[in-house]
T-cell receptor, first 112, second 113 residues
Framework: EDQVTQSPEALRLQEGESSSLNCSYT??????LFWYRQDPGKGPEFLFT???AGEEKEKERLKATLTKKESFLHITAPKPEDSATYLC?????????????FGKGTKLSVKP | ETGVTQTPRHLVMGMTNKKSLKCEQH?????MYWYKQSAKKPLELMFV???????ENNSVPSRFSPECPNSSHLFLHLHTLQPEDSALYLC????????????FGPGTRLTVT
């Protein structure tokens, strides 16, 4: 059965304190792995798509990496405005069309 | 702005009421989705439409009835809901089904009393 596990559930950082969020997954065949950011009371905002092990993508202070079993979202020198819940989702070649399987998310708080 | 709008943003309804949620996408996409987001749970996919045809129905109770009149509009008709149906209902769209990123609307916060 497909499964996506995110850790930690919550992370508190000081402004400028770099860290990483983890997303481990179990699928029969990875079609794509997606990272989203969700602010309170809003819908998820798309950040990155990764397709194959070794792939990396960057956007401002965020960098996403992918291995065969997990993905990391690295946050370099975070700012308070980076506070949000970060969601990871996967699509499985063996799954139904468009079926994104989400993790529960990591709630990030960055204090000034 | 995501290009996906949802109305209403908040809805309170009794268990005997009938209401509808509306979603509209302005991105020219051909696939649309309904998700349910409950506290402490991952997003749950409810329905998938591709070119106005339903292609996925993840064992959702019949008290939820989707409608997709065209590729830009998606509705979720609600009737005789239960308190446990209270959640954030999210609409999303993508160019096609498959390995494409999905773009989400702001959601409708539903409370069933």
């Amino acid at each position: 059965e497909d499964q996506v596990t995110q850790s930690p559930e919550a992370l508190r950082l000081q402004e400028g304190e770099s860290s990483s969020l983890n997303c481990s997954y179990t699928v029969s065949g990875l079609r794509g792995l997606f990272w989203y950011r969700q602010d309170p009371g809003k819908g998820p905002e798309f950040l990155f798509t990764l397709y194959s092990a070794g792939e990396e993508k960057e956007k401002e202070r965020l960098k996403a990496t992918l291995t065969k079993k997990e993905s990391f979202l690295h946050i370099t020198a975070p700012k308070p405005e980076d506070s949000a819940t970060y969601l990871c989702a996967v699509q499985d070649y063996g799954g139904s069309q468009g079926n994104l399987i989400f993790g529960k998310g990591t709630k990030l708080s960055v204090k000034p | 702005e995501t290009g996906v709008t949802q109305t209403p943003r908040h809805l309170v309804m009794g268990m005997t009421n009938k209401k509808s949620l509306k979603c509209e996408q302005h991105l020219g996409h051909n696939a649309m989705y309904w998700y349910k987001q409950s506290a402490k749970k991952p997003l749950e996919l409810m329905f998938v439409y591709s070119l106005e045809e339903r292609v996925e129905n993840n064992s959702v109770p019949s008290r939820f009835s989707p409608e997709c009149p065209n590729s830009s509009h998606l509705f979720l008709h609600l009737h005789t809901l239960q308190p446990e149906d209270s959640a954030l209902y999210l609409c999303a769209s993508s160019p096609r089904t498959g390995s494409y990123e999905q773009y989400f609307g702001p959601g409708t916060r539903l409370t069933v009393t």
